[in-house]
């Protein structure tokens, strides 16, 4: 059975930091890329951090480059999003998803809310 588990989630003032974790079960994981994504109330779910099969390579949106930083430990089946310097507009539901090739699979996400 394939799970994928996040955890790390919750309420932290306005440059604060998170670190959110995946758990992986039911699959190899360290075939897979991995990614972290978040979505908004009334907004489209969007991609915020990549991380290749082996950790090789990461990729970040814009607006989190230089705030967080992905990675994984695949002794571990793991990943991680380290959240530094959180600002308001990072609240949002934060959901792992790992894939290769054409097989997707999601978590159920973590909430993070960044106020004051």
């Known amino acids: 059975q394939v799970q994928l588990v996040e955890s790390g989630g919750g309420l932290v003032q306005p440059g604060g930091s998170l670190r959110l974790s995946c758990v992986a079960s039911g699959f190899t994981f360290s075939n897979y890329a991995m990614t972290w994504h978040r979505q908004s109330p009334g907004k489209e779910r969007e991609l915020v951090a990549a991380?290749?099969?082996?950790?090789?390579?990461?990729n970040y949106v814009d607006s989190v480059k230089g705030r967080f930083t992905i990675s994984r430990d695949d002794a571990k089946n793991t990943v991680y999003l380290q959240m530094n310097n959180l600002k308001p507009e990072d609240t949002a539901v934060y959901y792992c998803?790992?894939?290769?090739?054409?097989?997707?699979?999601w978590g159920k996400g973590t909430l993070v809310t960044v106020s004051s």
């Open positions: 998803n790992a894939r290769y090739f054409v097989t997707n699979y």
């Open positions: 991380i290749t099969g082996g950790g090789s390579s990461t």
